[in-house]
Nanobody, 126 residues
Framework: QVQLVESGGGLVQAGGSLRLSCAAS????????IGWFRQAPGKEREFVGA????????YYADSVKGRFTISRDNAKNTVYLQMNSLQPEDTAIYLC???????????????????WGQGTQVTVSS
């Protein structure tokens, strides 16, 4: 069982930055691929990005490529989502999720993940 807890959300003006954290409660954190998703009111959950076990590979949605960066510190059981140049359309609840598998087909789909956090709210004002 893996528990995931997101933090770092908040209110920011357009053009600003935030860094989200996803902390995991497992001794085998390095065995998991971590993905970030977001869900805006009335919309489906949307893939944001994912990072492989040893951070050798990252994969991003086109909508955030060049603005968002995912990193991980396996010694701290934590994955980070650095979000720059935020826009109002980035407003959503951001969730992290864990899976043991890696492929663009798997990590971009919610069904590819076994464990989910509760999410953290990000609000970008214009």
């Amino acid at each position: 069982q893996v528990q995931l807890v997101e933090s770092g959300g908040g209110l920011v003006q357009a053009g600003g930055s935030l860094r989200l954290s996803c902390a995991a409660s497992t001794r085998t954190f390095g065995n998991y691929v971590i993905g970030w998703f977001r869900q805006a009111p009335g919309k489906e959950r949307e893939f944001v990005g994912a990072i492989s076990w040893l951070a050798a590979n990252m994969y991003y949605a086109d909508s955030v490529k060049g603005r968002f960066t995912i990193s991980r510190d396996n010694a701290k059981n934590t994955v980070y989502l650095q979000m720059n140049s935020l826009q109002p359309e980035d407003t959503a609840i951001y969730l992290c999720a864990a899976t043991s598998l890696w492929s663009p087909t798997i990590v971009t789909q919610t069904s590819g993940y076994t464990y989910w956090g509760q999410g953290t709210q990000v609000t970008v004002s214009s």
